[in-house]
């Protein structure tokens, strides 16, 4: 969990835990200003989710250079490994972002925004 601030908050938007980078933060504070807009609050146990996903998408970034790599080596055991492990790592994405119902935030976003 993430540790909180000393200072009090300008915003409602949760602090992004200290182990990702500037890159991940900024996702993870694109997504709870999404949520916020959808429904003005982002729960704790939410902001963990939020994280997770995060996390996932730049593990999915990773996995998918190693695999870009491995291609030009024409490394076949390394592929079909990474390729297994790109799978796992999509389908947990997607398994929390259905949780989060990110897909509908992102259309109600969308409409919002017309």
Same mark, same amino acid.
């Given at each position: 969990?993430?540790?909180?601030?000393?200072?009090?908050?300008?915003?409602?938007?949760?602090?992004?835990?200290?182990?990702?980078?500037?890159?991940?933060?900024r996702?993870?504070?694109?997504?709870?200003?999404?949520?916020?807009?959808?429904?003005?609050?982002?729960?704790?146990?939410?902001?963990?989710?939020?994280?997770?996903? $995060?996390?996932?998408?730049? %593990? /999915?970034?990773?996995?998918?250079? #190693?695999? *870009?790599?491995?291609?030009? =080596?024409?490394?076949? !055991?390394?592929?079909?490994?990474?390729?297994?492990?790109?799978?796992t790592? $999509?389908?947990?994405?997607? %398994? /929390?972002?259905?949780?989060?119902? #990110?897909? *509908?935030?992102?259309?109600? =976003?969308?409409?919002? !925004?017309?």
């Open positions: 969990m993430a540790k909180r601030p000393a200072k009090p908050q300008k915003t409602g938007i949760p602090p992004a835990p200290a182990w990702m980078n500037p890159a991940q933060k996702a993870f504070s694109d997504l709870c200003t999404l949520k916020m807009g959808w429904d003005r609050v982002v729960l704790d146990s939410e902001a963990e989710l939020f994280a997770d996903f $995060v996390c996932h998408r730049a %593990r /999915l970034d990773g996995l998918r250079k #190693l695999m *870009r790599r491995a291609l030009r =080596a024409k490394d076949d !055991a390394l592929v079909l490994s990474l390729n297994t492990a790109i799978n790592t $999509v389908d947990k994405a997607q %398994r /929390l972002a259905d949780r989060l119902g #990110l897909a *509908r935030m992102e259309a109600a =976003a969308m409409e919002h !925004a017309r």
